[in-house]
């Protein structure tokens, strides 16, 4: 049984979404659009025509220098203007109204009074204009124009960029629809800004620099089309090799991120996100109305989204012309060849400035290398060959270094010197590079000086290596690679919905929030808290509740006989904090000691909180642990993110040492590691002097069960862990604090509030077929492997009956494609044959960002079809369509798939002929 097939075989070959096509509907929501789409953002990119609202005669006018730049900027379609003022602009007919056009401008540029807008777009609208670019400002929430302009747009399902934006900028096809004071010359590399004033910046930067651009988009205010709407758009755009973007604020996350995610998965995405600090987050709000998010969430979105984040836009087109170059390194371990040795030092300064990571040659490396050397050669790395090496001397060293098993990338560089040649000795490394690599490994070149070094870095960059002019640009071209690398890696990751640790009991947790709850409290109690993180397996010291200063003497002698010393805390439902009302006494040694702490403490409670409540007292053994760490984990919500992880140094001095590290859940053993990597006291858990290492299992552990709670939970608000204690011996939780929603804590999870959703692993089953055993399951990143033997045997016939095309190779760019999914927008399922573990069958769903409609397709290798996996593929499908609230499903089915079409109609589809390609056949199925 062969996959039903989609139509559009043009975006198969332009890397688009493969097997898919993506069918969205635009919205004019209230305020904005936050859905998912790329519906007629077509119009954008390729129109054929355009029309100008609002041109003008006048000198200095915007009306006039936006057309001006269509006019000469050599755009080929037709072009309009429109202004009741004038008869004739630049020998062209003006027409008086967007009624009087002779034809349907697929493009608009609106450039009139704010007022006149929303009428505007709804004549274009009624026109047949589905795209606009409103470079007017002025139109506001509070002034009620821009939901009008919305509501004009709504009907007709245009896109809208802007208001208050410098304009669209497509070289490839001379469309300069903007008031940029300068044009752009054709390239590959997209750019995205939220500042009109840095696009024509960046734009006058890159004429310099002869830097060329697929498409340039000042976003405006983005009332309708945002930046992800773009990025989706982007990433199916095959002239577009990488895409730049500043950003101020990020208003739509969940949005933001699925398209960043799918866009860095095909292409380099690359960031610059303004607001790093409170004074310019302020700035950026004031300028655009919107919150920014709290910079290291930020980052941490970014990074998990396979985003590269830089800090200043000089590094924007660095960074792509290095990233842009290579795959992702496991490691950026650099090796470097130098004839300067200062140089070199500078080198390193540099890249461990940067937090990069410098080769250890083998012995063999440097014993073969002090064999070709001179004989006051550095001995190590960097790999000083002297100032006087000639052209055979540069190409032995580089060859040797990169060939080192602990080198990952080579830092080649020279400094003029009247011994030698920098010219010759570019036209080696050039000579021995292939594709800006040598021996498989990435080669970055920083030929110093300007008069004698720009003919070597002519040459370099034409046999495309990567090339700069100081030590600390080429660093941090390799610091970009490392840490785009490492933003692939995070985008690799799929944590599941489901807990695979059977130490972790939801119930449990559930039982003990539900009762707060009940209560009308908002948090827990200190022994709740502490359950749930049992619950979780997170260890905790055991605790024994006291009502009074009398039970807390007879639950202290009991815990005395077991522990040297116990403490005695304050127990409140509406106290939290216990440290700021005395609340708490450590190092008790006798049971009467305990008693009369529990007394004082009563005694501090009531005069330092009159109007709370006192529950009680907890005891506990006070716990010892050898050289352990005080380290803090726990969750907040951000308001544009939602919920995030938190890790770092912890104890009272928490906020002043400001050691924390941030990550989106959920999160798995990796992202954990990765998560403690980020902070400095990892240094001090991997242990130093007599210190032994901290166990870093039990860490990842905590880490972990933090994350699971997080996702199985979204009415918790908030949770600490401080201090987590950790040793060589384990973990241990010795406060915690867990603040819930009471409303929300019956919510099911997985949480939908999370940034970025779970691997569904609830919908996974096994089943038997034909006396064979399947397991069906979601698809992952890791089953790209699997692709390639799968392919091989489906035969040439389901092939064409799926592609309407004989085709035998796929791209790894495609595979990559089809396992790595965001779990928000499509979902794939595989069914396993578990004797083999081999790939037998696929189905595919992608739904609109509306979930009104989704497109499906199956594809059965050939020697499993007749088993019925083609069945339970379409039905699982159905019932994730079902649970998802998708309104419908459908496809589309060569006539002569006859097995396909009759199991179609076994399952209820409608199927009827498609009138436009008598070849095939449209299937659909309501499913509310």
Request: aromatic share 4%; glycine share 8%; hydrophobic share 45%.
């Amino acid at each position: 049984m062969a996959e039903a097939v989609f139509r559009d075989e043009k975006m198969v070959a332009a890397g688009a979404t493969p097997w898919l096509r993506q069918v969205c509907s635009a919205s004019a929501a209230k305020g904005r659009s936050d859905k998912m789409t790329i519906r007629n953002l077509q119009y954008l990119a390729r129109p054929l025509s355009a029309a100008v609202i609002g041109a003008s005669s006048r000198d200095g006018s915007v009306g006039r220098v936006v057309f001006d730049n269509i006019v000469d900027g050599g755009f080929e379609g037709e072009v309009w203007p429109v202004n009741p003022k004038y008869q004739e602009i630049r020998g062209r007919q003006c027409y008086r109204s967007v009624a009087k056009l002779p034809g349907k401008a697929e493009l608009a540029v609106v450039v009139t009074p704010p007022e006149t807008v929303p009428r505007i777009i709804g004549e274009l609208g009624a026109a047949g204009t589905r795209a606009a670019v409103v470079i007017t400002a002025g139109l506001n929430q509070d002034n009620g124009l821009r939901q009008a302009m919305l509501d004009a747009a709504r009907p007709y399902l245009m896109r809208i960029v802007g208001p208050n934006t410098v304009g669209l900028i497509v070289p490839p096809i001379g469309l300069n629809a903007s008031f940029s004071h300068i044009g752009a010359k054709a390239g590959d590399i997209a750019l995205l800004s939220q500042s009109g004033a840095l696009v024509t910046t960046l734009m006058d930067w890159a004429a310099d620099e002869d830097i060329g651009f697929s498409q340039i988009a000042s976003l405006g205010d983005m009332a309708d089309a945002d930046a992800g709407d773009f990025l989706d758009m982007l990433a199916g755009d095959a002239k577009t090799r990488a895409i730049l973007m500043y950003l101020e604020t990020i208003p739509n996350p969940r949005k933001f991120i699925s398209a960043a995610r799918a866009a860095a998965r095909i292409k380099p995405v690359i960031a610059i996100k303004s607001g790093r600090h409170e004074a310019a987050a302020k700035a950026a709000a004031t300028h655009t109305g919107a919150l920014s998010g709290a910079d290291r969430v930020v980052d941490a979105a970014l990074r998990r989204a396979g985003v590269l984040r830089v800090q200043d836009l000089d590094e924007l087109f660095t960074a792509a012309e290095t990233v842009a170059r290579f795959r992702p390194l496991k490691r950026a371990r650099v090796g470097i060849v130098t004839n300067g040795g200062g140089a070199g030092v500078l080198a390193v300064d540099r890249l461990l400035d940067r937090k990069g990571e410098l080769a250890v040659l083998s012995r063999s490396t440097l014993d073969t290398l002090d064999k070709s050397l001179p004989a006051n050669w550095s001995r190590g790395n960097p790999v000083d060959i002297i100032g006087d090496a000639p052209p055979a001397r540069y190409a032995n060293a580089i060859e040797l270094v990169a060939a080192d098993d602990g080198t990952d990338a080579v830092l080649v560089m020279n400094c003029p010197t009247g011994l030698a040649s920098s010219i010759d000795a570019a036209e080696a490394v050039a000579g021995l590079a292939r594709d800006g690599m040598v021996n498989g490994k990435p080669v970055v070149a920083c030929w110093l000086g300007e008069k004698t070094a720009r003919g070597g870095r002519e040459i370099l960059q034409a046999a495309n290596i990567a090339s700069f002019d100081t030590p600390d640009a080429a660093t941090g071209a390799i610091s970009h690679l490392a840490d785009w690398s490492r933003a692939q890696s995070a985008l690799m990751r799929v944590p599941s919905s489901i807990s695979e640790d059977s130490r972790h009991d939801r119930d449990a947790a559930a039982r003990i929030m539900q009762g707060a709850a009940h209560e009308g409290r908002s948090m827990l109690t200190e022994p709740e808290a502490k359950g749930v993180l049992a619950a979780y397996g997170i260890p905790v010291p055991e605790s024994v509740i006291a009502k009074t200063p009398a039970e807390v003497e007879r639950a202290a002698a009991r815990l005395l006989r077991s522990s040297e010393k116990i403490v005695v805390k304050v127990l409140s439902r509406t106290v939290s904090h216990k440290s700021d009302i005395g609340g708490v006494v450590l190092a008790i040694e006798t049971s009467r000691a305990a008693r009369d702490a529990a007394a004082e403490i009563e005694e501090r409670f009531r005069a330092g909180a009159p109007e709370s409540a006192l529950d009680g007292f907890v005891v506990q053994p006070m716990i010892r642990m050898d050289g352990a760490h005080e380290l803090i984990a726990g969750v907040s919500r951000d308001p544009i993110f939602g919920p995030v992880l938190l890790f770092g140094a912890g104890g009272t001095s928490v906020e002043v040492v400001d050691d924390t590290a941030i990550a989106l859940p959920p999160i798995d053993d990796v992202l954990a590691g990765d998560l403690i990597d980020s902070t400095r006291i990892s240094r001090l858990l991997a242990g130093y002097r007599d210190r032994k290492p901290a166990d870093r299992a039990a860490i990842v552990d905590v880490l972990n069960a933090v994350s699971r709670i997080t996702v199985d939970f979204p009415g918790i608000s908030g949770m600490d862990i401080n201090p987590l204690l950790a040793s060589d011996d384990g973990v241990m939780a010795l406060d915690a604090r867990i603040e819930i929603d009471p409303q929300g804590v019956d919510k099911q999870g997985p949480n939908r509030d999370l940034a970025i959703r779970p691997y569904p692993a609830e919908w996974q089953k096994d089943m038997t077929l034909g006396g064979r055993e399947f397991h069906l399951r979601p698809v992952k990143p890791s089953d790209f492997h699997l692709y390639p033997d799968f392919l091989a045997k489906v035969s040439p016939d389901d092939i064409r009956l799926r592609l309407l095309a004989t085709r035998r190779h796929f791209p790894d760019e495609m595979l990559v494609r089809l396992t790595q999914l965001d779990y928000e927008r499509e979902i794939a399922f595989v069914a396993l044959d578990k004797k083999s573990e081999k790939l037998a069958g696929i189905g595919r769903l992608s739904c609109d960002p509306d979930k009104e409609r989704a497109e499906f397709a199956l594809l059965v290798r050939t020697d499993m079809q007749g088993m019925g996996l083609g069945w339970e593929l379409l039905g699982q499908l159905i019932a994730f369509a079902k649970a998802e609230g998708i309104g419908e499903i459908s496809g589309t089915v060569l006539n002569e798939n006859t097995t396909m079409l009759a199991m179609c109609r076994e399952y209820g589809f409608d199927v009827h002929w498609l009138p436009d390609d008598p070849g095939l056949s449209g299937v659909s199925l309501k499913l509310r």
